[in-house]
């Protein structure tokens, strides 16, 4: 996460801590991402939401965390909106109403380079140079060299990380381009369901093969429920059953 902050926020962060995130029962969502971040002598409350839609009543629900956030800890709140959506970004930043002027960032992931993800040594930051902008290059040559960036990382997650970037292509329309790709991999590297160890624990519970492939790993991308529910067409009590499952291991 500390690699992603600076290079995706352009906060620079010595350290995150776990916070209170007791809401209310008025309160209906809890905020995808919140901890307390130090660098040097500086501290404030850093703010996530994940967005895989555009929403209309973001800068409304995004007023409603700040409240909420600031009010339990009384230190500056940084607010961000990562959107990972297919359809173009249309949403509003801000909140500007009479005397009330309020404001957050929204990263479109489309407008970074997929280059400075790429470039990384760690597995988890690669994979997401699938969602980045590939600077006019085909889908297919980026693809490739991200699954061979990740073979060159030598890291025994392989199969792991290759199903992580099958989730997220969903998100750019690019299952096929990824498909095809993987079959051009060396044999040893080809993701197989059957030797994943959290594959056959939902097997053995009677958990469906597709769905419990997909949720799995999303659960593993920290995405919501509601998100996970979204993108997988299936019922968010479904999801919260599987994570629950996966949380007692």
Known sequence: MFSLTEKVFGLKVDKLED???SIPRTKEKR???????????????????????????????????????YRLHKIPVKQFVLYLGKAKLNMSAEIKVAKLQFEFDIIDFRTLDYEDFINSDKPESIILAILCDYKKRNPRAVISEILHKLENTENEDFQKYVFQLKILSELRSLQDELEVEVENMPFKFKYNAEKDHFYKEGISQGISKANYE?????????????????????????????AGKLSQK
């Open 31 to 69: 905020p995808d991402f919140a901890k307390l971040a130090t660098c040097g002598n500086e501290k404030y409350i850093f703010h996530l939401e994940i967005q895989t839609s555009n929403d209309r009543e973001m800068p409304c629900r995004m007023l409603e965390y700040f409240e909420f956030l």
């Open 19 to 21: 916070i209170n995130l």
């Open 214 to 242: 997909t949720i799995v790993r999303m659960i593993g991308l920290s995405f919501s429920h509601e998100q996970i529910a979204e993108i997988v067409n299936t019922k968010v009590a479904f999801v919260k059953e599987i």
